[in-house]
């Protein structure tokens, strides 16, 4: 079996510091905001897999349907030999690109959770394992430094995960991105798309309730690190699609004036009635307009697919 390798780019206590960090600007803020990382607990993590699964979440069956449909072109068109894959998690999504890739010799997670870099490192070792995997515990958007590895070389930001971020972050994003290209390499992006608001909504407010317990979760992590006292039951999960800015906004409205203690940071939080704390943007895209993004971080958008029903796309862009 090939070597695994796992480097740890981030401090051991980064985490904690940016949990801090990101409630102390966020909460004494108006309006009040908490990034979306932070749903990403153990018990996060296993709601957002019951979400992909929901018939109303369509992002992942489609992202899925174009992967089964398009690994071969993609490897073709790439000629990879190393894929580097940005917020790769448990990495199931690039399992037929890794299969389509025939000259892949090397494969880069990046993901801020050791376990689940291990996890995916030792599955994948079982079905490929003259496979070279260096994982790396790092925040993709923080600037990357990446080992050397054989080039033409695919970087993979699937999962539409970069509608999460606000246009001046994914601006700032795509420009670190170019600069870790060299000649010959690329970029596979994943995007969600604009279509009608009954569907947006829906897919971040399914019936089962699946996506509110998943958005309060990071209440719950707020009160297990940092030591508040957060009642679950006392905010509304809400989403709402912004036609001007093109996304859906997922926010916790109190249902009643309360003051959250925040122990660790010697914080105290009010609230009034109906105020909300927005957790979540997730932009959707058109092609022109990812065209325009890429264009202005010095990438060519080179090829575009879409599902059969244009949810969703995979546009594989190059360096000007």
Do not use: C
């Amino acid at each position: 079996m090939s070597p695994f390798l796992l480097t740890r780019t981030l401090p051991e206590d980064a985490t904690d510091a940016a949990l801090r960090a990101d409630v102390l600007s966020g909460l004494t803020r108006h309006p009040k905001t908490l990034p979306p990382k932070w749903f990403y607990d153990a018990r996060g993590s296993e709601l957002f897999e019951e979400i992909t699964r929901l018939p109303e979440y369509y992002p992942t069956r489609a992202e899925r349907e174009i992967l089964e449909e398009r690994s071969e072109e993609i490897a073709a068109v790439s000629g990879a030999r190393t894929v580097i894959e940005l917020g790769s998690g448990s990495s199931e999504k690039t399992r037929h690109l890794l299969e389509a890739l025939t000259g892949l010799e090397s494969y880069v997670p990046v993901d801020v959770s050791e376990s689940a870099l291990t996890g995916a490192a030792e599955s994948l070792l079982v079905d490929h394992p003259d496979l070279s995997v260096h994982a790396l515990i790092a925040d993709f958007t923080g600037g990357l430094a990446l080992p050397g590895t054989p080039g033409p070389r695919l970087v993979a930001f699937l999962g539409g995960t970069i509608g999460n971020l606000l246009p001046e972050e994914r601006a700032g994003f795509l420009h670190s991105v170019r600069s870790l290209l060299s000649p010959g390499d690329a970029l596979l992006l994943g995007t969600d798309l604009v279509k009608d608001e009954e569907t947006l909504v829906a897919a971040y407010d399914d019936a089962a309730g699946v996506t509110a317990a998943f958005n309060k979760n990071v209440l719950s992590v707020v009160n297990r690190e940092l030591g508040a006292d957060f009642p679950l039951d006392a905010f509304d999960h809400v989403a709402v699609w912004n036609p001007e800015q093109r996304w859906i906004e997922m926010r916790l409205r109190a249902r009643r004036a309360l003051n959250v203690k925040i122990r660790e940071l010697d914080l105290v939080v009010p609230f009034e009635a109906g105020e909300e704390v927005r957790t979540e943007v997730s932009a959707k895209f058109r092609q022109e307009g990812v065209r325009e993004e890429l264009a202005a971080a010095g990438l060519r958008l080179a090829q575009w697919w879409t599902d059969a029903e244009g949810r969703f796309a995979l546009s594989l862009a190059t360096a000007v």
